[in-house]
T-cell receptor
Framework: EDKVVQSPLSLVVHEGDTVTLNCSYEVTNFRSLLWYKQEKKAPTFLFMLTSSGIEKKSGRLSSILDKKELFSILNITATQTGDSAIYLCAVSTGTASKLTFGTGTRLQVTL | ETGVTQSPTHLIKTRGQQVTLRCSSQSGHNTVSWYQQALGQGPQFIFQYYREEENGRGNFPPRFSGLQFPNYSSELNVNALELDDSALYLC????????????FGSGTRLTVV
């Protein structure tokens, strides 16, 4: 059975801190790994990673995939209160592009 | 605005009843997937529809069924509701041949009492 594990489950940091969120996976027929941010309801897309070692960057967020060790990290630098959300990691598998999600990391950024 | 519209936003049903949730996919997307997100959990794949046919199914019983229409909109039907069906139901659309570039809707919050 496909499995995605995220850590930590929750995290409280002060504004300005840097955080690293972890995602490991065990799946068959891997296609890509995706990161989403979920604030209220709709998960919003952050990154899609398909190749090892190539960092994807968007502003203060960056992510990298290691297909040999089967994990990915999401980094957020200079955190802001608006970064408070649940961060979901998902792996796409098979021809139907089914997404298997982890349970998410709840990030709270305080002043 | 995400481009994927779900209705209704909230719903309360009684155990044993049936429910239909609706999703309008983003323009140009030909694939719709449904996910169930229980409180404190990540979304779980229910099934996917592509060109009006089921194109993959997760570990959900047959009382979860769906439809996709020629305009690519979709319905999720759940029969014989159980208390554990209480969850956020998310619809996601994509263009199958271009990879999993999903756009999620805001979901329907279903409460079964």
């Amino acid at each position: 059975e496909d499995k995605v594990v995220q850590s930590p489950l929750s995290l409280v940091v002060h504004e300005g801190d840097t955080v690293t969120l972890n995602c490991s996976y065990e799946v068959t027929n891997f296609r890509s790994l995706l990161w989403y941010k979920q604030e209220k309801k709709a998960p919003t897309f952050l990154f899609m990673l398909t190749s090892s070692g190539i960092e994807k960057k968007s502003g203060r967020l960056s992510s990298i995939l290691d297909k040999k060790e089967l994990f990915s990290i999401l980094n957020i630098t200079a955190t802001q209160t608006g970064d408070s959300a649940i961060y979901l990691c998902a792996v796409s598998t098979g021809t139907a592009s089914k997404l298997t999600f982890g349970t998410g990391t709840r990030l709270q950024v305080t002043l | 605005e995400t481009g994927v519209t779900q209705s209704p936003t909230h719903l309360i049903k009684t155990r044993g009843q049936q429910v239909t949730l609706r999703c309008s996919s983003q323009s140009g997307h030909n694939t719709v997937s449904w996910y169930q997100q229980a409180l404190g959990q990540g979304p779980q794949f229910i099934f996917q529809y592509y060109r009006e046919e089921e194109n993959g199914r997760g570990n959900f019983p047959p009382r979860f069924s769906g439809l996709q229409f020629p305009n690519y909109s979709s319905e999720l039907n759940v029969n014989a509701l159980e208390l554990d069906d209480s969850a956020l139901y998310l619809c996601a659309s994509s263009f199958l041949d271009r990879g999993p570039g999903y756009t999620f809707g805001s979901g329907t919050r279903l409460t079964v009492v």
